[in-house]
């Protein structure tokens, strides 16, 4: 079981963001890579990874640039 709740709000998404970067940073070896894919940590990263994804595709949606912001 995991602690990511879906995101319903500008809070939720930072409190989301926080607690990515919390586990980024508890679960880093020191190369940088995240070894273990089954730990539990590691599960609610991917889930929260996730949720987030879906709130800024919704959200804050990036969309194509016109010509003049393109160059």
Do not use: F, W
């Amino acid at each position: 079981m995991t602690n990511a709740k879906p995101i319903h709000s500008e809070a939720d998404y930072d409190n989301a963001l926080a607690r990515v970067n919390q586990l980024m940073d508890e679960l880093s070896g020191p190369d940088g890579q995240i070894d273990d894919e089954n730990h539990q940590s590691r599960i609610e990263l991917d889930s929260l990874v996730t949720l987030i994804e879906e709130y800024e595709c919704e959200h804050h949606p990036i969309g194509i640039p016109d010509r003049t912001a393109a160059i």
